[in-house]
């Protein structure tokens, strides 16, 4: 068990930091006490687009894990970085459940934020798992999909990102062990699927993902079908915006990470999502069950 | 004056339609009455990362521009696409103030469903501004600047899609008479600077703005100077995320865009924020000024 180290020699330069997007200013790096007081017990960090399928995990695993309340001493929950107005952060027992909004950028920030949060507040081996909605491809609406090799839009097992100008690749890989255990929370009898896949995180959801439905396509149906049947021989089970970022910089730091995915439809089937309201929570439901047995699992170990 | 054409041909062959992240059905996509009804009269489109923030426009624009209440009736703001808990919409006038979140992935799938959302309600020749905040190079914070051409962090003027798993490059620049039209709503007598210049989009606030203060950094103080040299050098005069596929978009579709952005920090000094909440409201309210007058030249036209 040990603090989370990053890979960044100037912050051991600072005395004090300011995590823009939460709004949370540390006064003190080196021994922030009202951080490891608020924070020092955190062990997994969930992470998922919307605050309002935060919260509901949120609430998922208070009402399933026995967690205590999530901050306020009445049973409700406060998003702890409200005044940030960007990202929504929910705790419940030594859990963080956080939006991160949409695509790669979004959630990058996010990631370098909570990052440095748990530095600072000390955590003890965190793991961070995005809990996830995505586009499947050859698989049924309501999988749940465990990423293994996350992909860019060119295909490529890498994440490529313009550091001073010039490319920088990393491997974007999530640990295979946590993947399997993560595996092994699904039951023989659940009514859905838990799989083990690839992953495609594209740039844009119309364009990026070959829908035909965008503002702006220039390819036809045949051309999309190529496609999705190139990805399927990497076995590249969705489309979402995020796990090729994600992968990479956690592995590049060597923290523990996984991705959890719903899927909202089978893209083989056509564009546009048709899940009912009801429908929707019930596959997001899937997720949260499979994440809420994993942390159950890693708490007992 | 005339309807929005987008470049999909795709979309005729479709008679219903569903904007999946403002969630909005489109009932009928030839006539939809009561989507013309609701948003036929929309001249601008603006859009700022933050709800918050674009709820603080609408109010600025009701109170300066002398424009109806925001659809509730008694004077209130209704966020028009709460229920698809992604992104924020108020209508003040012919104003849409949208929020688009953090960076390209984020922005791109609300241009695309505005964009639709425009054609199907037969708006005439809208314009999109986006009202942004950045980081400057070589300016003072609080200056407001106008994007002409947009950056990727390669340091190249075009916006690089990878479609289908090829990389397509579109030209990344906004209209030059919309930027001097901007340019000239300035006053001599403002207590801020406006100018014109062009934008780098990272994909990275941290690593891709060559910050020394993220989870990871593995270049030196040095090296970030001299990439902050190299884009001087290129009259880049800010940083944000999201110019170059807005800018790239809007061209490749032929729709009326610009970009305003304020600055909250000269990079040459810093890497972190450090105006305050009052500050920062002073600035943010720079840019809404010259967009408000802009909005009143064009309606006087």
Do not use: W
Request: a neutral charge; glycine letters at 8%; charged letters at 25%.
């Amino acid at each position: 068990m040990a603090a989370t180290k990053l890979k960044n020699p100037h912050l051991d330069q600072m005395t004090t930091d300011y995590l823009y997007h939460l709004n949370i200013a540390i006064g003190d790096t080196k021994n922030s006490k009202s951080l490891q007081k608020q924070f020092g017990d955190v062990k997994f960090i969930c992470m998922g687009g919307t605050g309002q399928r935060m919260l509901m995990l949120a609430k998922y695993l208070r009402d399933n894990l026995q967690f205590q309340d999530g901050g306020s001493g009445n049973g409700d929950f406060i998003n702890l970085t409200e005044s940030g107005h960007r990202y929504a952060v929910y705790k419940i027992g030594p859990v963080l459940c956080c939006s991160h909004g949409v695509g790669i950028s979004s959630m990058s920030i996010l990631l370098h934020e909570l990052l440095k949060l748990v530095k600072y507040a000390k955590c003890k081996d965190p793991i961070f798992v995005r809990v996830g909605s995505s586009g499947g491809i050859g698989v049924n609406a309501g999988t749940v999909i465990i990423t293994k090799d996350a992909y860019n839009g060119h295909l490529r097992n890498q994440y490529e990102l313009a550091i001073l100008g010039r490319t920088v690749s990393r491997p974007a890989k999530f640990d295979e062990t946590i993947c399997k255990e993560i595996l092994s929370c699904a039951n023989k009898d659940d009514n859905f699927e838990t799989i083990i896949g690839n992953t495609l995180s594209a740039e844009c959801f119309y364009e990026g993902q070959a829908r035909l439905d965008g503002a702006s396509c220039e390819y036809r149906n045949e051309d999309k079908l190529k496609f999705l049947e190139e990805c399927r021989v990497k076995d590249i089970k969705n489309f979402e915006m995020e796990a090729v970022m994600f992968s990479a910089l956690m592995h590049h730091l060597d923290v523990k990470a996984a991705e959890v995915c719903i899927t909202f439809l089978d893209r083989l089937e056509g564009d546009q999502i048709k899940v009912t309201k009801q429908q929707k929570e019930e596959f997001e439901k899937r997720a949260f069950i499979i994440v809420g047995r994993y942390i159950q699992y890693k708490l007992k170990q």
